[in-house]
Every structure is written in structure tokens, then in C-alpha cells.
T-cell receptor, first 115, second 112 residues
Framework: GAVVSQHPSWVICKSGTSVKIECRSL??????MFWYRQFPKQSLMLMAT?????????EQGVEKDKFLINHASLTLSTLTVTSAHPEDSSFYIC???????????FGNGTRLTVT | GEDVEQSLFLSVREGDSSVINCTYT??????LYWYKQEPGAGLQLLTY?????DMKQDQRLTVLLNKKDKHLSLRIADTQTGDSAIYFC????????????FGTGTKLQVIP
């Protein structure tokens, strides 16, 4: 079945530094990937839609200059949290689908802790 | 707009059946999904149903869809301790890469 790999699985960084999270589709090409954020005991909130070769589409309230998304190939999207602060600590999950009619497959998520 | 709701918690005994319920508001949903999330992990797709279907069965899992009432359920037969997790229902509206909206998640606790 479709596999989405996300790396790293957890990261601790100091306030003010930047962190990059990678999302790869391992056995299919994904022209579109999605980035979600999940707060403790809450559901997933879509942050942005990442399109291969073009700019990402951000949801309302998500700062595009803070959460940089790059989708340089059909199998890789990256999310960079710039100048991270403690309030950015969260669980970030990416997802992808092989075709427009395919269900979303998710990575295992990245636990970000900003100290 | 889209709104997907689930009860927050369900507790069942091992071997019994579990039924997790979900309601949604957008009648133009095309796909409805069930995902499982174990602690600290991402979401695992369990099953999904097209909006023109009433039921789908896959081994221990049975999905029922009532479009009139906008109600979706997931039944897990012979529930095992390994089924303990959070279960999310989600709906996708329209075609293409439309936004998928997730429910609040139901935490299933299986008592040995």
C-alpha cells in the first residue's frame, strides 16, 4: 500500500532557531501534499496544501512566512518552521495521495518541542 | 461549511463489538474516511466509503453510511486490546484535492 515517510519523528530546538521537516511519498508520486498540525487531545487542523512546482496554499490564520513549504519534486515536500517559539511546539503531520480520487495517507508525524 | 462531530470516548470489553459514530453537515461529501491514531503516531487509514454506498465491510470493520441523517459509523467486531487508539472520521467534499475535514476523534479504550 501507499507509504508516506516523515522525518524526523521528533525534534527539540531552541527558541529562535529554524527546523525543517521532510515528507516523502515512497511508492507513489504525489503532486499534492498536505501539512496538518495537531494540538494535544485535539483533531487535525490543515495548515497548508503543498503543490509540486508551485507555491503552497495556506489556510486562514497560518503565517506563510513562518511556515515555509517547499515541494520541489513529486515525492518530497518540506515544512520549515522559522524562528521557532514555544507556542510552535506541536505535532506536525503530512499527508499525500497518489491521485485526486485516492484517500490520504499520512506520515507518522513529527513532535516539535521548542525550548 | 463543513463540521464533523464525534463522541470523545468509548470504552468496551475485549471481545465485544465497538461502534464509533460520526455526524457531518455537508451533504455534498464525496468520500468519508476512518483513520486510526495510536499514541505519538500518525494516522493510519482504516477504510473509506464513497458517498453513494450504504455499507462497506472489510474483515472486522463495517462502515455504515446514512446519507439522509448524515451519519457515519464504524463497527469493530471482536474488539482487541490492540484496537485501543483514537479514531477519526473525515469527510472530503467535492472532487480533486479538496480539503479533508476531520472529526474531533473518539478515544477507544478496550478493557481486557
Amino acid at each position: 500500500g501507499a507509504v508516506v515517510s516523515q522525518h524526523p519523528s521528533w525534534v527539540i530546538c531552541k527558541s529562535g532557531t529554524s527546523v525543517k521537516i521532510e515528507c516523502r511519498s515512497l511508492d507513489f508520486q504525489a503532486t499534492t501534499m498536505f501539512w496538518y498540525r495537531q494540538f494535544p487531545k485535539q483533531s487535525l487542523m490543515l495548515m497548508a496544501t503543498s503543490n509540486e512546482g508551485s507555491k503552497a496554499t495556506y489556510e486562514q490564520g497560518v503565517e506563510k512566512d513562518k511556515f515555509l513549504i517547499n515541494h520541489a519534486s513529486l515525492t518530497l515536500s518540506t515544512l520549515t518552521v522559522t524562528s521557532a517559539h514555544p507556542e510552535d511546539s506541536s505535532f506536525y503531520i503530512c499527508s499525500a495521495a497518489g491521485t485526486q480520487n485516492s484517500p490520504l495517507h499520512f506520515g507518522n508525524g513529527t513532535r516539535l518541542t521548542v525550548t | 461549511g463543513e463540521d464533523v462531530e464525534q463522541s470523545l470516548f468509548l470504552s468496551v470489553r475485549e471481545g465485544d463489538s465497538s461502534v464509533i459514530n460520526c455526524t457531518y453537515t455537508d451533504s455534498s461529501s464525496t468520500y468519508l474516511y476512518w483513520y486510526k491514531q495510536e499514541p505519538g503516531a500518525g494516522l493510519q487509514l482504516l477504510t473509506y466509503i464513497f458517498s453513494n454506498m450504504d455499507m462497506k465491510q472489510d474483515q472486522r470493520l463495517t462502515v455504515l453510511l446514512n446519507k439522509k441523517d448524515k451519519h457515519l459509523s464504524l463497527r469493530i467486531a471482536d474488539t482487541q486490546t490492540g484496537d485501543s487508539a483514537i479514531y477519526f472520521c473525515a469527510e472530503r467534499v467535492g472532487g480533486g484535492y479538496q480539503k479533508v475535514t476531520f472529526g474531533t476523534g473518539t478515544k477507544l479504550q478496550v478493557i481486557p
